[in-house]
Structures are given as C-alpha cells and as structure tokens.
C-alpha cells in the first residue's frame, strides 16, 4: 500500500524525532507502531496523513491519497461538542460537498458499524467516553477511507471499555479487511490487535524490532497462551533494544 | 446556609442598607440637597418619570445600537486577525492603544468631529465596548482544537468551511463572555459621551438629565437619574448572561 525509504523528521528546534524509518506496509495489514513517549511515532502517523512533510527520505503511495481516502482517529475522540453524533460523523463527508440526503446512508451504516444506531441524535456530552471514541470511529470510517490512522485512540479509557472497543475494532478489521496503523504505547494492546508490529526506540525514533505475531481468533485471544508469549516476548525485545529502558 | 437563603442574601442587606440610610436621613435632620433619602429619590423619580423615562429610553438606544455595532466590528476584525497574521500584527496594537485610551479623553473630539448627535454618542459607546469582543472572539477562535483542524485539513476543507464550520461556533462561549462585559461597558461609554456633549443642544439622555439636575440643585432628582442607570446596567448584564446560558445550552445539550 505504501513504502518508507528512510524517512526522517526534524523539527526547527533540532528535535530528532524520526531517523531512517524504512518499512514495507501491504494492504490489509494492521501495524502496531509501539513504544515510549516520546519516540516519534505520532509524528510517523502524522506524516502518512500527510499533516507534516518528512525532513529527509520519502512515503511511497500505490496509490496516492486524496481527501477522504485516509481516516484519522485521534487520542481524543475531538467530537464538535455542539453537533449530534450524526451531524459529527457526517463532518467529513460535508466537507467534501456530499448533500445531507445522500450522505444520510453511509452516516447511518457507519454508526450501526460501531454500535451506535441507537445514539445518532445524542450530543457528545450525554455520551459516555467510550461512545464518544465509537463515534470518532465511525466519524473516520465514514468515507470508506483506504487507510485508517488511530493515535492511541484508547489510552484514556478505563480497561473495561478499551477491551470492548479493541475487541469490537479487532472484529471490524477483520470483516473489512481495511489497511490500519495503530499508534500504542501498551504492549498488551499491539499484541492483541496487530498483524504487525512495528517497535520504536525514542530520541531519535528508529524501528527497533518488527514481529508478526499469529494468534488465534475467538473468545479465547485474550487468554491464549499464545498470547501471554507474545507479550512476553515483546518485553524480551523491549528490554535488549532499550538498554536501561524498564 | 441553605441556598435560598443565599439567593435572599442581597435582596435583605439591600433593604436593609436603604433602611438605614432613610433612618440616618431623618435622624440627623439631613437636608435633601445634600442627601436626600431613598423616599425622596422615589418621590424626584414619580415626579419626573415622563421626562426619566424618556431619558432612559434615548441612553438605551444609544446603548442598543452601539453594543450591535461594537458585535459587528469586534467579531469581523477577530475573524480577519485570525486569518491573517499580518493583518493581526498591524491593528492588535491599536485596538489595545484605543482601549487604554480613557474614552473621556477621546470623546470631545469624537462630538467635534462627527455631526449627528445621536451618531456621535453611539460612536463614543463602540470605542468602549468594542474590545472585550475583540479580544474574546479572538482568543476563542484560536483555542480550536488543533486536532479538529486537522481533521478538517485532512477532508480538504476550504478556509470558508473551516470558520463556519469549527472557528465561528467553537469561539461562540468566549464571545457571549465579551458580549456580557461590552454590554455593561457601552452602557458607560453612553454616559459618558453623554457627559462630555453636556448641554451641548442635542442630549436627552440620563446622563443629561443627571447634569441639569445638578444645575438646577434637584439632588433626588440626580439620584433617580443614578438609580435608573445602575438598574439598567443590571438588567443589562443578567440579560446577556441569560442569553449566554440559553444559547450554549442549546448548542451543547445533551
């Protein structure tokens, strides 16, 4: 789907926030960018979407993306507060010139994609956090992007919720089959989503370690022991690439 | 304390100050050219309340059309220093020097300068009351979330959408705050434009009204005036916070 060749970034206060990046990603997969702060990978995320340039290297695009053909879920779910879960899902489309009528549909199979039809006229305020994360889901999936961008969309959530929402997206990419980078700083969530994971060291941000990991599908994903071995050996990895890194 | 009683608080120190003075007034035998009492201020108001009233009406529309004028301008020259940087750059420092500006000092030569009375007066309450919307307006149109702007650069937005869309409405809590504040502030600058135009021919207002009273030595009367202007100020105030409350409970309920 795209290619980077040794991308970098540096910012004008001589910030290295990305060195040499070099990575294959397919269509199809979902990549886990993980580790600490401060190692560049929102920034990484922030130059696929095109919102920053890279200082030195390139992206590669099979095809490259125009307006809507990326979907961006932020930290925050960033909802208009003073627009109802639909007129916020909508946003996108609006913005591209889509009259309400024909955009109604997609709005509508959208929120049903995360849970919400019931919710379409709620304002974000009587939505609970994790609802509010569901909309900016369906907000980003509206325009059937080619690729979807999520900034640890779940970090602020309590663990309850981030495991529905991480069992409900697990489930969506499945069934979709859409091309997702994943930004997190928990490596029990990369291990439980990704289909790849991408390690990064900080200061400057530099691919560290890649795993693919294979576990089962199902109920059981979460309590495999295939699972636990994979945490595991991320910590392992974590650990020989990060001297001195707890 | 239970919050009625709270709520009661103001109402009861109020009567009860008023009581005190009118038992001062009358104790100590003080003569009403030099402090009338409340009963006396209420007697001046009943005896005069076609030409009050009428005062009160003139300052009010003077109040009125300035607070409209000093919205259009603050709100427009915000959303221009918004867009344009170089544009902020060239009017941020004087706005901010006609600000500290005291209007006093301004007015006599806005009253020389622009003709029509009533024009005048309302140009006087624009310079006081146009910067808290300014200022308002600006600092809420550049406390947009960077994440929803973008979110709008990445669905190709045009300037257009984005200041319709996400600037204008996201500002709208920090420009009801300056509305409230400009809306007490062009009341004070009415008066004060009033007061320095004096008997300058073309007056009516309260403030007019305060100044002759005072040459004719009618103190009840400067006092009626007075307690006209501090409840218009409050009803002024408690109006606008009230539309405040009204909109962004509307825009954000639940």
Partial sequence: MFSLRSVAKTYPNATIALDGITAEIAPG????????????????????????????????WEHRPGPGDIGFVFQDATLLPWASAEENVYLPLRLRGHKHAEAAPLVAAALAQVGLAEFTKAKPRGLSGGMRMRVSIARA???????????????????FTR????????ALWRRSGKTIVFVTHSIYEAAYLASRILV?????GRI?????????????????????????EITETFQRVMPGHE | MSKSVERLAPY?????????????????????????GPIAIVQAYLDGHQVLNQALLSTLSVTFVALVAATAIGVALAVAMAASPLFRAAIQPWAVILQVTPIVAIAPFIIIWVNQPFLALVVCAVIMAFFPILSNTAAGL???????????????????QTLTLLSLPAALPSFLTGLRVSGTLALVGAVVAEFVAGSGGFASGLAYRIIEASYRLEIPRMFAALVLLGLSGIVIYAALGWLEAALLRRRDGA
């Fill in chain 2, 12 to 36: 009861v120190f109020g009567l009860i100050a008023l009581g005190a003075w009118q038992g001062l007034v009358w104790a100590l035998d003080v003569p009403s050219y030099v402090l009338p």
């Fill in chain 1, 208 to 232: 560290a370690a890649e795993l693919r990991p294979n576990l089962p599908e199902g109920a059981h994903r979460r309590t495999s022991a295939a699972y636990t071995q994979l945490v595991a």
């Fill in chain 1, 200 to 204: 990064l060291s900080p200061r400057p």
């Fill in chain 2, 142 to 160: 550049a406390s947009t979330p960077p994440e929803l702007r973008d979110l709008f650069r990445l669905n190709g937005a045009t300037r257009w």
């Fill in chain 1, 163 to 170: 495991h529905r929402l991480q069992d409900d997206l697990h």
């Fill in chain 1, 141 to 159: 999936l509206v325009s059937d992007p080619m690729l979807l961008l999520m900034d640890e969309p779940f970090a602020a959530l309590d663990e």
């Fill in chain 1, 29 to 60: 997969e979902f990549v886990a960018l993980l580790g600490p702060s401060g190692c560049g990978k929102s920034t990484l995320l922030r130059l696929l979407a095109g919102l920053e340039e890279p200082s030195a290297g390139e992206i590669g």
